[in-house]
Structures are given as structure tokens and as C-alpha cells.
């Protein structure tokens, strides 16, 4: 073989430019849906046979192609997107490279279709002729593009995709990721035998949602709309008790264009972590609008990956805005979606309106009215009583007296009636019963006190032991203790080493007083140990506050008055991230009265 330079054949070039832009026939739906978005198209068909192997046929009723232009659509580097090499600071389109008509002709068979609205008639080309010229046909305005033999030239490469049901599943990927981008554009696509007909929804977006990714996705998305200093945030996030397995529900665009990015992963994932369960990933349908010469599209040939020109600034834009949306999802909202599902759960307005105040406000409404009526139940004598008689003599409930308010009165989470088991609050609201679990209910109250504490840049309060307590650790737990001494004295723990593997506990924070002095320090020391460095132990303080809540908060098996039931409700109603413990697992559920009366029948 020579080492001599020369240029490479026009066939070998666009082989390998067909290499980077089409993996498998999903590339293909994906290159001609996008020229068919870029052109205006208001309704797009899709045909696949054999799993787009055999056939890939997109048909548009976009602005179509000029006749004169049709051979030069299928040149490699020829597109009418953009002109000049200013024109890459700030791409408005998802296409641009004019790569990828010709990559794909290169290695299948290509016809090509189209008619503008200034036309007599459509004109047609076909790869396959000898020399390809446009020939006049019958075809409405738009744009037909017919791809069929895919690696039909390249068998080493054909022998690389895989079954036809794995193929599809692909083109599916793709076809749900363009329709979820544009709501506003009808979609029929048909695959083996089925057609799947997506009406435009530009003012009902959670109808395809539902259509593509399920009624579980719509009944548990929470919509987001968030605008600051020139960037919007718009769609629906799932709540963090609709987790998934795998991230196969996450989609995310930029100024319409589906990315995978890694700047927008890490904002995700900090949004949730304090919500999510762990190895659980989140679901979402979210869409980012900025100036187009604030993001660059020109990263890679499949487009998959932009690059922000100040990605600090949208990762915590999006950090933000979704922190908000998950810190807001209170009592009731959290469980019961009453902002978008108010009707179906029969939740009363005036709950719906309390729940659509902000913190503040809430914070206000809690320690007015409500509390005034708490504490006009809780002092009720007739409960009393009725704790006296009833409440030892019950192995499975409490049952007390429930407060009756007027309709529409009642805190999103009611007012408690009884213990089930020691382990669940049961309460009344006016929707229908609310259930919760105390414990993880305690632990998230707990994690967000200290949080607030730290955020004021205040140690956290403590109680200093009457008698301190003596721990023997490992050599290497007594290293990191005294390596981290100011850390964990800024969390509430004061410690003192007295010998090679012996450390006394002198003080714990004063929201954890009831807890296991020796048992709290060994699990923050096991955090520290998995952490490592002081540097990444500052960065996931978070981790050591929720181990610290978890030590601090009721356990199941306890029993509680009445008065401590509701304290716990009005406390959970004014937290954030109430409806989840730290650790991701649900805080409580609700059954609608409606609900309940058709389980039993009533009424029929």
C-alpha cells in the first residue's frame, strides 16, 4: 500500500460521512423528519416495512423543494439552511450540515419528491437512474422522500443491525422523541400493520404525552413553566414517587432540538436528590428557549449534543426552576395532584386555592387559622375521654373522635383520627382519608430544619450530653473523626478522641436529642469513610444531615396522642419535599371519598 496522500473518491467520502450520520434506519427516520420540521411541515407520515430496512418513507406537507434544486438535495455539503460561517452562531434549525440526504443515498436506494406552492406540478428523482434528473409528476405541496435497501452496497455493514423488533424499537425511540419536540405538528406513523395517529396538541401538550409515554407519565406530571433573564423552562416533571427502573422517560429539548446533555443531567439529578429513591431515576418532558447564539448545535454529526456558551448559568436555571417545582409539591398536591387532577379527586376549591399560595403565605394560614382549630380540637374534652376509654383497650387503631369543620375548612391533610398498628397516622380531610408514615414523615421534617439551618449559615442548635458517651470505633473512623472535628461540630456533634480507636460523643444537635449518641456517630462516620476527602464531604453535606434526621425521627411502634398526630400533619404541610422521606420513599397516600364509595358499592 502506498503512503502517498490523495484525495479520496466522492463514493468513499460519503461513505464515511454516511458512517457518522446513519447508524440504522432510525437515523434515517430521524434526518427526514427533521428536513420535514425545518420546512414548515404542519402534518408528517411515516411508512416503515421490515423495520425500516427494507423501506423508510417520510411524506410532508412542508414548502417543498424547487425542481432545480432536487439533484442538488442529494450533493453532499448543499443545503439551503445556511450560507455564511456566521450563520453557525445562532442555528435556528434543526438540520444544517447538508449531509444527510446524500450520506444516506450513498448507502440505499433514494427517490425523492416535492413540490413547492409555485409549481405546476411536482418533480421526482431517483438515485438509481443513470444520470438522476427530475421528472414531473403528480404530488400534492410538499416533500416525499422513499428510502429502501438500506446497506444494500454495504453488506459488512447491514450485517451489523439487529432483529427487526430491535430496529423498530429504535425508530420508535426516535419517532417519540420528535413528536414529544413538536406538539404542535401531526403525526400518522405505520409499522408493521399498526398506525399510530398523533393529533397537533399545542395547548393540551399532556395529551400526547399521555398518547406516547403512558397515563401513569400524565396522572403524575407536574407542569413547570419558568422564565428568567432570557431563559424559559417549560413542560412537565414526574413526581419523585413516579420513578422509574432505567432513564428511558427522560426527554429534553433545546430550542426544540432533543439532546442529551451532560450539564442538564447533573441539574436533573441535584433536583432530585434529596426526593428520588435511590438507584430510581426520574421522569420528565422538558423544553429550554434561549437566544440560539447562547447554545452551540455544531458538536457533533448526529446533533445529539450542544454546547452552552455560559453552561453554569443554564445549570442552575434549571436546578432552580426544578428545585422549586419539587420544594412546592405539598400536602395535598403531592400525592392527590390537585393542581391538574382537582376535579377528579373531588378535592374542594378551597383547598386547591391554599395549596396554589406560597410558602410564606401558607406558613401564615398554618398558624392561624388551622392551628386555632387544632387547638380547639385537641383540647376538646370529649377527646380526652374518649383516649381514655378507648385508646389502651385498641390493639389495632386508636379511634378517637374526629374534629367535624365546616366543608372545605380542613388543612390539605386533615386532622388525625387514630394509629394503625403504631405506624401509620390515619386522617380525615375533607377529599376522603389520608394515611401517613410517621416515620418518614418525622425524618423529611427533621432534614429540612437542619438544611434551613445550614443554608443561614448557622451551626446547627445542640444539647450537650449530661453524661457522655463512650464509642469505640476503628483506627480509621478515629482518623476521620478527628480529620472532620469542625465538620461535625458545625452539624451538632461535638467529639473528643481518648485513645487509638476511642472517641467520647460530649454533644449531639438539640433536634436529635432523643436519638443514639453512639449509633448517630458510627453512620455519619460510615458517610464520611464512603466520601473521602473533606473537599467532597463539604459538597455532600446533605448525605450526613439525612443520616443525622433519620437517627432523630419517630419510630414505628410508638404511640402518639392526638395532639402529637396533627402537630406532625402541620408540620409536614408547611415542609418541602413533604411528600417524600429522605430517602425517596413516600410520606403517605390519600383515598378519595369517591373512591372509597365506589369500592363499596354505594350508591348502586
Not at 66 to 81: F, G, Q, W
Not at 268 to 285: I, L, N, S, T
Not at 348 to 367: D, F, Y
Request: hydrophobic share 40%; proline share 4%; charged share 25%.
Amino acid at each position: 500500500m502506498s503512503n502517498r496522500i490523495k484525495p479520496l473518491s466522492a463514493f468513499v467520502a460519503n461513505q464515511i460521512a454516511a458512517g457518522e450520520v446513519v447508524e440504522r434506519p432510525a437515523s434515517v427516520v430521524k434526518e427526514l423528519v427533521e428536513n420535514s420540521l425545518d420546512a414548515g411541515a404542519r402534518r408528517i407520515q411515516i411508512w416503515i416495512e421490515q423495520g425500516g430496512v427494507k423501506r423508510v418513507r417520510v411524506t410532508d406537507d412542508g414548502t417543498g423543494i424547487h425542481a432545480d434544486d432536487l439533484v442538488l438535495a442529494l450533493s453532499p455539503h448543499a443545503t439551503s439552511k445556511i450560507a455564511a460561517a456566521d450563520d453557525l452562531d445562532g442555528v435556528a434549525t434543526l438540520g444544517f450540515r447538508g449531509e444527510a440526504l446524500a450520506s444516506i443515498a450513498s448507502v440505499a436506494r433514494v427517490s425523492l419528491a416535492s413540490r413547492t406552492d409555485d409549481a405546476a406540478s411536482g418533480w421526482s428523482i431517483d438515485t438509481q437512474d443513470a444520470v438522476p434528473a427530475a421528472v414531473p409528476i403528480a404530488h400534492p405541496r410538499g416533500t416525499t422522500v422513499d428510502v429502501s435497501d438500506l446497506f444494500f452496497n454495504t453488506p459488512a455493514r447491514r450485517k451489523f443491525l439487529k432483529t427487526e423488533r430491535t430496529e423498530l424499537a429504535h425508530i420508535d425511540d426516535i419517532a417519540t422523541r420528535l413528536a414529544l419536540g413538536r406538539l404542535d405538528v401531526e403525526f400518522d406513523i405505520r409499522s408493521a400493520g399498526t398506525t399510530l395517529h398523533l393529533a397537533p396538541a399545542p395547548t393540551n401538550g399532556l395529551r400526547r404525552v399521555a398518547q406516547l409515554l403512558g397515563d401513569g407519565f400524565a396522572e403524575a406530571a407536574v407542569p413547570i413553566d419558568e422564565l428568567h433573564d432570557g431563559l424559559r423552562l417549560h413542560g412537565w416533571v414526574g413526581l419523585p414517587t413516579h420513578s422509574r427502573a432505567h432513564a428511558d422517560q427522560q426527554f429534553f429539548y433545546v430550542n426544540g432540538r432533543s439532546v442529551k446533555d451532560r450539564v442538564i443531567a447533573t441539574a436533573v439529578k441535584q433536583a432530585y436528590r434529596d426526593v428520588m429513591f435511590h438507584g430510581r431515576h426520574p421522569v420528565f418532558v422538558l423544553y429550554l428557549e434561549l437566544d440560539a447564539r447562547e447554545v452551540d448545535v455544531n458538536v457533533h454529526p448526529t446533533k445529539y449534543e450542544v454546547r452552552f456558551r455560559d453552561a453554569r448559568r443554564v445549570r442552575d436555571f434549571v436546578f432552580g426552576s426544578l428545585n422549586r417545582a419539587l420544594r412546592d409539591l405539598r400536602p395535598h398536591a403531592a400525592v392527590g395532584e390537585v393542581h391538574s387532577h382537582a376535579a377528579r379527586h373531588e378535592v374542594p376549591e378551597a383547598v386547591v386555592r391554599t395549596l396554589a399560595l406560597p410558602l410564606e403565605s401558607r406558613l401564615e394560614t398554618s398558624a392561624g387559622s388551622w392551628s386555632e382549630r387544632f387547638a380547639q380540637q385537641s383540647n376538646s374534652a370529649q377527646i380526652e375521654s374518649d383516649h381514655a376509654r378507648i385508646g389502651s383497650n385498641t390493639h389495632v387503631f386508636q379511634i378517637h373522635k374526629p374534629y367535624a369543620p365546616s366543608p372545605g375548612s380542613t388543612p390539605p391533610l386533615g386532622y388525625a383520627v387514630g394509629q394503625l398498628h403504631d405506624v401509620y397516622i390515619l386522617a380525615q380531610n375533607d377529599a376522603g382519608l389520608v394515611v401517613v408514615d410517621m416515620h418518614a414523615a418525622h425524618e423529611r421534617i427533621t432534614y429540612e430544619k437542619m438544611k434551613a439551618a445550614r443554608a443561614r449559615n448557622e451551626s446547627i442548635q445542640q444539647q450537650r450530653l449530661l453524661i457522655p458517651v463512650a464509642v469505640e470505633v476503628s483506627r480509621a473512623d478515629a482518623v476521620l473523626a478527628d480529620e472532620h472535628r469542625d465538620r461535625l461540630a458545625a452539624l451538632g456533634i461535638e467529639i473528643d478522641r481518648t485513645g487509638p480507636t476511642s472517641l467520647v460523643v460530649r454533644a449531639i444537635p438539640a433536634l436529635l436529642a432523643a436519638s443514639d449518641a453512639a449509633s448517630l456517630l458510627t453512620d455519619v462516620l460510615g458517610d464520611l469513610g464512603v466520601d473521602g476527602s473533606s473537599d467532597r464531604v463539604s459538597r455532600n453535606e446533605d448525605v450526613l444531615l439525612a443520616t443525622m434526621a433519620c437517627h432523630g425521627s419517630i419510630r414505628a411502634h410508638r404511640k402518639l396522642t392526638i395532639a402529637e398526630m396533627n402537630a406532625l400533619l402541620r408540620e409536614m404541610e408547611v415542609t418541602a419535599n413533604a411528600g417524600q422521606c429522605n430517602h425517596g420513599r413516600p410520606t403517605y397516600w390519600t383515598q378519595s371519598l369517591h373512591d372509597l364509595d365506589q369500592r363499596f358499592l354505594r350508591g348502586r
